[in-house]
């Protein structure tokens, strides 16, 4: 075992201790990066010297018999979507391959406040739209249990290094299923919080009224203690909730005895991989055999969630991305020697060199969804959709505590294999779009694999209802031995890649 | 023409005076140093999200209210795409379908007659930045975004204005209420004040409705009055000649006297409006607009409608007295302390303003105080200086904010009520003049007036003309 294995509140006892500094801490988690990821390619900025900086500070702090934060001196990577002061903030995209942004993210922010250590920022599909990270404008990221496999997106980098073991934990966002559906195929925790529980000041808006960021971790422990750093009203996000923040670690009893569980059928249909399938059942057996009570029960509208999400995760984006033209900031085209572009010439040549392929694509469907004439045909039926999906929520939080699925239908799959078939890739996140679309938290808990590739348990919970499925997913956890598992990643045994990885990914349309 | 009538709307924007910008906390202050009232919210950088300024719903609630609006309980923000390199976000964040307020009015007089001009709605909206083009022959642009997220009202009438004055009416008692209520400079020539007018012109007493232009680029409201008579003589023109009135857009140019054509509606832009997820509904109790109600200023109709019965004014001083709540509270300062209030009526709605005018002052910042004034018209009343010096004096007051004692005294102004004095003056004069004299009694009245203008002379005008006139004719 190296020190970069242990998880995150097990570090922090050692550094709480003294037995282990920060730099101790750190320098192991970069010797991993430095053996690993010339394979993973988790990361599209190391921030090495800023990292070692922040563990010395840490160190003497404790030394000087200071109080250290709960996760002081423990090696966090960030998504490259969250805002870094100075430090670059790509998005995975040409058009802010050289943003360095004036300011941090409210989380950036939190995380620092409290002694946290930081190792870099991670890859993901380009502005968080992709289900494989093969959307990078850079370089796609790698499946550390399998190099010729996705790790999920659009947080694959995150999910990547902290299966890796190239970040203890780190943070990534979720606009339709983007921490979840990496989590499961990296075999690691990754919960997305409720609508509101954390700030989204300082992360790059894909979809304004979905995303939300949370944290992937080794075990429902370390998610318990990130989220109690991270969540919380902050006041430079309207759509931030007041509401007090609980000691998540309370929730961490072991008992699920009279846990009511519904199993919506509806998620376990067409298209469902049957060897996952079998393994999520075989969790779902776990949770009865360990008390709790399980039922079946229905999702009538759980079909009608993609295409809402296809709606209105686009038309906020094309809204959103409209601010990257070339003007004040991020890629601008420079016309050949001797041209002049005027400025509607500036901003049709920024924007089709500046973004690939399901950017512009998803630019379009949403311009489309909101031009006169559709709107109420597309954009506001879908919001009347996503009603009807949230009360169907809200009359099964009635009953139950929570409510479980698979987190997606696959294990992870091989490079190429759906990136040219967009609505295929979209399929991937059937079961965790409709948590964004009803703004509930949802987690990811490792629950087995298919042949040597993870498989993830989705526990959903009614708003705010963070604690309940954080006690479910630890009572099941601590009952398995899944999320203890390390991916076979060895420098020796390296297998070559079969695909040949195009830099750049598929994004050149 | 005169078979023609006008139907025109006016669309306005007013920036709201808040002292930070409409969803960041930067100073909202006008000409600064270009970009540097700005920050990542308004820049618009990636990540970042608004949050309201209270104020800016505050002084919105206010406006509606004094416009006689419905205040929404329930309302929201709305993005407004489109692409301008002024605009950061490339979309501005607005009101579509759920505007703050609704369905109110204003009164305006025209020609001694009233009327109501509808108010369709008011809603919150953030301004844009400046493009600075060309600068010293350059072939390039600037962006200025000190301007960028300052709070704006769109204020829209109903098409209730017939006539270029009932619109500069309308313009200038929308001004009058909103100074009154503290939430706008209103000034046009700085911007903090724009309009665009939408107007078609029909056969009169039809009710059809023509296909409308919009006009824009008036930069103060006499170019608003001088475009639309522009542009109805030249829809009339279209009409008189079997044309067709083609719907666009179009600018006046104050050069030539004329609009000219910018745009035609069918290349007008799909704005693809939806509600802003980056920012909650907007929901106001009862209880705070009553709040805000009951924290109004007296408004300018109220307050002249008083003024005529409190001080006996006429309706026209007082309409003119209120049409400035500064205005107005100097002139009620100066008469709630004068025996006369129609005399201080004379004085500010003449002299006073004769001398805002001349000077190009605002009101707030005249030197000359109330009480100075009142001062000075009891020295007029105890005979220290004649009604006639007081006009000098007043203006040295309104120059230099000194006393009207002061100034008397420095200048030697201080009418001469000795009558010995005086007796020997007249005495000069009349001796000085004796054809004169004659002609006086002989019955020639003019011949008196030009011999108190001679004592008025020898005294340099500061002689009591009550006690001249009385001695002159004594003696003569």
Known sequence: MEIYDLTAHELAEYIQKGELSAEEVTRSVFSRIHEVEEDVRAYVTLTEEKAYAQARYVDEQRRAGKKLGPLAGIPVGIKDNMCTKGIRTTCSSRILENFVPPYNATVVEKLEAEGAVMTGKLNMDEFAMGSSTENSAFFPTRNPWDLNCVPGGSSGGPAAAVAAGEAIYTLGSDTGGSIRQPASLCGIVGMKPTYGLVSRYGLVAFA??????????????????????????????????????????????????????????????????????????????????LGAIVEECSFPYAEYALPVYYIIAPAEASSNLARYDGVCYGYRAVPEKGEKYDIIEMYMKTRSEGFGAEVKRRIMLGTYALSSGYYDAYYLKALKVRTLIKDDFARLFEKYDVLVSPTSPTPAFRFGEKANDPLTMYLSDIYTIPVNLAGIPALSVPCGFVDGLPVGLHLMGPAFGEGTILKVAYAYEQNTSYHRARPPLQVEKRPKPTVRLQEGGNHRG | MDNYEAVIGLEVHVELHTKTKAFCSCPNEFGKEPNTNVCPICLGLPGVLPVINEALLEYAVKAGLALNCEIAAFSKFDRKNYYYPDLPKNYQISQYDLPLCRNGYLDIEVNGATRRVGITRVHMEEDAGKLVHGEGGADYSLVDLNRAGVPLLEIVSEPDIRTPEEAKAYLEKLKSILSYIDVSDCKMEEGS????????????????????????????????????????????????????????????????????????????????????????????????????????????????????????????????????????????????????PKLVSNWVTGEFLRLVNARNLEIRDVKLTPAHLVEMLELIDKGTISGKIAKTVFEEMFDTGKRAEDIIKEKGLVQISDEGELSRIVEEVVTANPGVVADYRNGKEKAFAFLVGQVMKATRGKANPQLVNRLLKERI
């Open chain 1, 208 to 289: 304004s009224s979905l995303d939300q960021i949370g944290p992937f971790t080794k075990d429902v422990r370390d998610c318990a203690l990130v989220l109690n750093l991270i969540a919380g009203h902050d006041p430079m996000d309207s759509t931030s909730a007041p509401n007090p923040v609980p000691d998540y670690t309370s929730f961490l009893t072991g008992d699920i005895k009279g846990v009511k569980i519904g199993v919506p059928r509806e998620f376990f249909g067409k298209g469902l991989d049957s060897r996952v399938a079998d393994v999520v059942r075989n969790a779902i057996d776990k949770l009865a055999d």
């Open chain 2, 193 to 340: 004040l724009r309009c665009d007018a939408n107007i078609s012109v029909r056969p009169a007493g039809t009710g059809i409705l023509n296909p409308k232009t919009e006009i824009k680029n008036m930069n103060s409201f006499r170019a608003v009055q001088r475009a639309l008579e522009a542009e109805i003589k030249r829809q009339c023109a279209v009409w008189a000649a079997g044309g067709t009135v083609e719907s666009e857009t179009r600018a006046w140019d104050e050069n030539k006297g004329t609009t000219v054509p910018m745009r035609s509606k069918e290349e007008a832009s799909d704005y693809r409006y939806f509600p802003d997820p980056d920012l909650v509904p907007i929901v106001i109790s009862p209880d705070r607009v009553s709040r805000i109600k009951s924290e109004l200023p007296e408004l300018p109709d109220a307050r002249a409608r008083r003024f005529t019965s409190e001080y006996g004014l006429s309706a026209y001083d007082a309409g003119v007295l209120t049409a400035s709540r500064a205005l107005a509270d100097f002139y009620e300062a100066c008469a709630r302390n004068y025996r006369d």
